[in-house]
């Protein structure tokens, strides 16, 4: 069964203090894995898609990399407004349904 | 700016009632979602459709049905809404093909089933 699981389910940094965001998964056929953020009462809203093992993608202070059984999300610098809950979801069919994993709230203190 | 809107940001409904949650994308796009996102469990995906007239059961499409009249529209129905079924909605869109396709969501419609 195709699954996805993040770690960890919420995460406070201080300004400033780098870290990194796990999405571990289970596929038969990944044909891309997504970043999403997501702010409080809002849509997701899309970050990234990587599609093969090895590939990595930038954007300001975030980069998503990704292995064939996790991707991770690196946080360099963050400050405050990088706050929000953060979703890794899969696509493995040609459906375009994504498959989300529970999401890692995070918290970034001044 | 590619957008989907969802016509109701917050309802509040009594158990039993009917309630309908329309989604509109203007991106002339094929593929359209319903999921629904609970704390802890993550977005579930209720219903999507790749053409006008064709729905597919997601992985939690007990309750609720679909309706897709039109290529921009998606309406959600709960036939007999339960408290179950209280919830964040979310609905989405994306191009055909390819499987690896970015889905654009819309802001989300929260109902309280009292």
């Known amino acids: 069964e195709d699954q996805v699981t993040q770690s960890p389910e919420a995460l406070r940094l201080q300004e400033g203090e780098s870290s990194s965001l796990n999405c571990s998964y289970t596929?038969?056929?990944?044909?891309?894995l997504f970043w999403y953020r997501q702010d409080p009462g809002k849509g997701p809203e899309f970050l990234f898609t990587?599609?093969?093992a090895g590939e990595e993608k930038e954007k300001e202070r975030l980069k998503a990399t990704l292995t064939k059984k996790e991707s991770f999300l690196h946080i360099t610098a963050p400050k405050p407004e990088d706050s929000a809950t953060y979703l890794c979801?899969?696509?493995?069919?040609?459906?375009?349904?994504?498959?989300f994993g529970q999401g890692t709230t995070l918290q970034v203190k001044p | 700016d590619v957008k989907v809107t969802q016509s109701s940001r917050y309802l509040v409904k009594r158990t039993g009632e009917k309630v309908f949650l329309e989604c509109v994308q203007d991106?002339?796009?094929?593929?359209m979602f319903w999921y629904r996102q609970d704390p802890g469990l993550g977005l579930r995906l209720i219903y999507f459709?790749?053409?006008?007239?064709?729905?597919e059961k997601g992985d939690i499409p007990e309750g609720y049905s679909v309706s897709r009249e039109k290529k921009e529209r998606f309406s959600l129905i709960l036939e007999s809404a339960s408290t179950n079924q209280t919830s964040m909605y979310l609905c989405?869109?994306?191009?055909?093909?390819?499987?690896?396709?970015?889905?654009?969501f819309g802001a989300g419609s929260r109902l309280t089933v009292l």
């Open positions: 991106m002339d796009h094929e593929n």
């Open positions: 990587l599609y093969s």
């Open positions: 989405a869109s994306s191009p055909q093909g390819g499987g690896a396709n970015v889905l654009t």
């Open positions: 459709s790749y053409d006008v007239k064709m729905k």
């Open positions: 979801a899969l696509s493995t069919g040609n459906t375009g349904k994504l498959i």
């Open positions: 596929v038969s056929g990944l044909r891309g």
